[in-house]
């Protein structure tokens, strides 16, 4: 009642939810097609790219067409000296990150774990991290809004997430996980500024 005598839609407030998946799409589409998406490269460019990096023994498996342009910015990073100054607009393209790998998919590595050493035992860890900083982002949020009892459609969104986040951070490359990750930081930042300035007013 108090709802419709105010015009107040309970929906509005989800919205913001949506508001990261257009980058997230975007940014999913720049690391697996880079060349294309980064790079700016038309695909008569990539296509004779493909052909100088296949006479160098450029591969790609069977079933990771995919990601055919990752592996290929990573065959051209390790053989810039045959590329460099070949091709306008090509970058020397480098996914580490503090020794792992980003453009790497989590799942393809479970039979290198433990043995991988820290490259793999961080990738492993990535969609665990930030599926708990999403948990605990969710939870600070709640608290900061005064919603100290979960239930309902709250429970499901503070368990749900996080779980989505695990099974997303195992099939796609690791470098969307540092989003999630920095994504969460900030906005836990965020919740906790806002909470300690606004406390007086939201008493």
Sequence with gaps: ELYAKEGINPMSGCLWSFIPFPILIALY????????YFMGLSETVIAEITTLAGSLGFT?????????????????HDNWSSFDGKFDG???????????????????LFSQFPSGGWPVI???????????LQFL??????????????????????????????????????????????QSIVMM???VLCGRLLKKDYE
């Design 29 to 36: 589409y720049i690391i697996r097609v880079p060349m294309r």
């Design 137 to 182: 982002m969710t939870q600070i949020s709640m608290k900061s809004n005064g919603n100290s009892n979960v239930n309902g459609s709250s429970k499901a969104m503070l368990y749900m997430m996080p779980l989505m986040t695990v099974w997303m951070g195992y099939i796609l490359p690791a470098a969307l996980c540092v989003y999630w990750i920095a």
């Design 90 to 108: 090509l970058i020397d393209l480098n996914y580490t990150f503090l020794n792992m790998d980003l453009s790497a998919v989590p799942k393809d």
């Design 60 to 76: 790609v498996a069977e079933g990771s067409q995919a990601y055919e342009q990752i592996y290929l910015a990573k065959f051209i």
């Design 189 to 191: 930042a965020q919740e």
């Design 122 to 132: 961080g990738l492993m860890l990535m969609p665990i991290i930030s599926a708990a």
